[in-house]
């Protein structure tokens, strides 16, 4: 064979290697475009539908004890920016807030326990006059009655010299308490509620307006309206332990935290909430502070189309209210009787778990919310049950129903409030049913 024959022979095998090498190529490329392609399908571009949660047995303090000592107490600073820490494990140092994950400017406030202080939001003039919601670690906001929101504001990390006006409780505030194992401020309550809290064994820990606890828990004579009374977090702290109460750090359990933004999909910069046409609120996210401010309802609005907002402002700072995380939870609307139905005596259902929706950082996923613990805080769970972080800082929890409705814009989020009704509502007939005949009257 010449050597040009070789040379054909050799390039030609070379070329058809090539082309075999070629199309193995170009097979793996669209396996692993499809495989990508399937990824990419699978992360879900919109939220679900609030759904019914699922709750498991009454936890033990379902049954309220009353203890052997029943004599009840019936109890009645500016801080400088916090650090956040490089690292967050899920069992944080002791010199980290556990429900913020960041270290206090004073660390002795964490040998303590929290205080939750009941915080009305209605009639709407008392923004006027509403103090320190900028100082709590963790906030509630849940449905109470007639269209009306109320906060339950835990104080921990940090004081609130002013916190209030103080309102009514709510059967609802004994979770808060038991989970947080923290005193509850409140002033009075339905005798329902009122009843079931003082038979409880919370009894030692309740704060109510007596007088002999002012203060630091006191009526402001200077407001003329019955939304008057105020406590001093700090001023509490000392109340408790110059009665003789053993008031030191509880065994808490951290909120898990993570410094870098989350991959979620989905992108929400504002998140609405319509309770009802007095009660309605927005979240706008701020990428600059990475916070979401809150501005609330300035006026009643029978429509969505005419609903008109204003920045919240904590009267204590000057500061509009604000939250690195912002949590909806499904939580059952329930009623014990049919008379706290027609009262609108709610008895919400914050056990076993449940669905929620989780932003921060101007993004947005469902998740789970887990009572796994008696006294612990709720869980945040991925849909895969794996631990979901949230952004250090303050969380505001958004307690809806499962009846509620959701609507996602582009970058937006919209909740809606379903308010039950005041009577049960009759089973629907089956289709189909024919009913019997009335019988004849005998003579």
Known sequence: MTKTRLKILLLAVWGLFSLVLLGFAFIFWMQNRGVALAKADSVPQTLPAPAQSSPSQPLPSQTPTKPANSTPTLLPSNTP??????????NLPENYNPYTGLVPADASRLERRPMAVKITNFPRRVRDYQFGLTRADVTYEYYIEDGLTRFIAVFYGQDAEKAGPVRSGRYFDEHIARMYQSYLVFANADPRVEDFLLASDL????????????????????????????????????????????????????????????????EANEIMVRYSEYSYHSWRYDPIRRLYARFSDAVDSITVEGETYQPHIDMLTGEQITSA??????????????????????????????????????????????????????????????????????TFYIVINPEAGLEQGEKSVRFTFSIPARRATPTPTPPGFIASPTPKKRD
Not at 83 to 90: D, E, G, Q, V
Not at 348 to 361: D, M, N, P, W
């Open 325 to 394: 995380n912002v949590v909806v939870l499904v939580v059952p609307h329930n009623f014990k009787t049919e008379f706290d139905r027609e009262d609108q005596v709610f008895d919400l259902l914050l056990i076993g778990e449940g669905q929620a929706y989780v932003f921060r950082e101007g993004r947005a996923t469902v998740a789970i919310w887990q009572r796994d613990e008696l006294e612990q805080p709720i869980r945040l769970l991925d849909l895969n049950r794996g631990q979901l972080a949230l952004t250090p800082g303050n």
């Open 203 to 266: 009894l030692q820990r309740l704060v109510l307006p007596t007088g002999i606890n002012c203060p630091p828990l006191c009526r402001d004579k200077s407001i003329d309206d019955y939304n008057s009374f105020f406590v001093d977090t700090a001023g509490l702290t000392e109340f408790t332990r110059k009665i003789g109460h053993e008031n030191v750090r509880q065994p808490i359990r951290s909120t898990y935290f993570e410094l870098l933004p989350p991959s979620w999909a989905i």
């Open 81 to 90: 920016a916090a650090t956040i820490a490089p690292m967050l494990p899920l």
